[in-house]
């Protein structure tokens, strides 16, 4: 109890039942810990790291938990009644079954992943008692409406496709246009800044949360592209998210061949390092719909199952 853990290595370490009341883990490394039925009660977890830790049926309940990074985290059977939480980011974390969810005191907003959306829906029934728990959750989380509809409307169903964010230059807005209502007739959920964007928002915030909480980033390369600081920028956010998580975040695609021949360091980086879906033809559309047919199936979902 009350012990002093500050910025504690603790990566890989059993502590299954262990009692941490009000424990001292500001910005501890937790990711691989065994912390199932462990006692966190009023702990301060301020900046810890929970990269596929087991926190299953722990009881957190009135811990604090500010900027939080919990990524494939099993939160099945933790009691979160009345801990206080504030700019987390939850990445393929299902929050199904976890306990005292609606009672949770939210002092900032924190970011869901859509994938943690579909996760979470994937796990529920129609009927399931913790949905409304879950909605509550999200509204003082501070989840746009659109992205809780989004998630009712998955809840009993398998995920099917990654979700996109879509960088582009708005020279190219034509393709762009096509290329987002295609997906989304798909049933692939894409963000981009024209249709996403509501007045009033801070857009370089609203976008950067944007990359943060999709699972890929779908960059469209052209001549005008590649000259964008803007665009730059957000290859540069997947490249910083692919080393942080070991995912494959960037999926690239290209109009032109100004990629190849790009002195940039950026579009260097994206020629030597990935395959790059080919659209040159794209207003051809025969030959538009085989480089479609080609992304959709590169952006369906793994088919294993997502550890929790």
């Known amino acids: 109890m009350n012990a002093e853990l500050v910025k504690a290595r603790l990566s890989n370490s059993f502590l299954s039942e262990a009692d941490l009341t009000a424990a001292e883990l500001i910005d501890a490394n937790l990711g691989l810990a065994g912390l199932s039925k462990a006692t966190l009660t009023g702990a301060n977890l301020r900046s810890a790291r929970m990269f596929r830790t087991d926190l299953s049926d722990a009881n957190m309940s009135e811990a604090d938990l500010d900027q939080i990074y919990f990524f494939m985290t ?17 990445l393929d974390t299902s929050l199904a079954r976890i306990k005292g969810i609606s009672d949770i005191i939210h ?17 529920l029934t129609e009927d399931s008692a913790d949905q409304y728990g879950i909605d509550i959750f999200l509204e003082g989380a501070g989840v746009a409406k659109e992205y809780i509809e989004f998630f009712r ?5 398998p995920i099917r496709f990654y979700s996109a ?5 708005t020279k190219d807005q034509a393709f762009s246009d096509r290329l987002y209502a295609d997906l989304r007739q798909q049933g692939i959920r894409c963000w981009r ?10 857009f370089r915030r609203r976008i950067n949360d944007a990359i943060r909480i999709h699972d890929k980033l779908l960059v469209v390369l ?3 592209s590649v000259k964008s600081a803007w665009v730059e920028d957000e290859v540069e956010a997947a490249f910083e998210r692919e080393c942080r ?5 960037l999926f690239p695609i290209r109009l032109d061949d100004a990629v ?24 051809n559309h025969n030959e538009y719909q085989k480089s479609l047919a080609r992304l959709i199936r590169d952006l369906q979902a793994d088919s294993g199952p997502t550890p929790r």
């Open 193 to 202: 800044d024209k249709e996403d964007l509501k007045i009033g928002d801070k």
């Open 260 to 283: 190849m021949d790009s002195d940039e360091a950026w579009a260097a980086s994206i020629r030597r390092t990935r395959h790059i879906g080919d659209f040159r033809k794209w207003k």
């Open 153 to 157: 409307s998955r809840i009993g169903q």
């Open 245 to 249: 998580d070991g995912n494959t975040v």
């Open 107 to 123: 002092r900032h907003l924190s970011h869901i992943s859509v994938r943690t959306l579909e996760i979470t829906a994937a796990d």
């Open 165 to 169: 964010f879509i960088s582009y230059s």
């Open 222 to 224: 052209s001549q005008d």
């Open 74 to 90: 099993n939160l099945s059977g933790t009691d979160f009644s009345r801990a206080q939480l504030a700019q987390c980011l939850f």
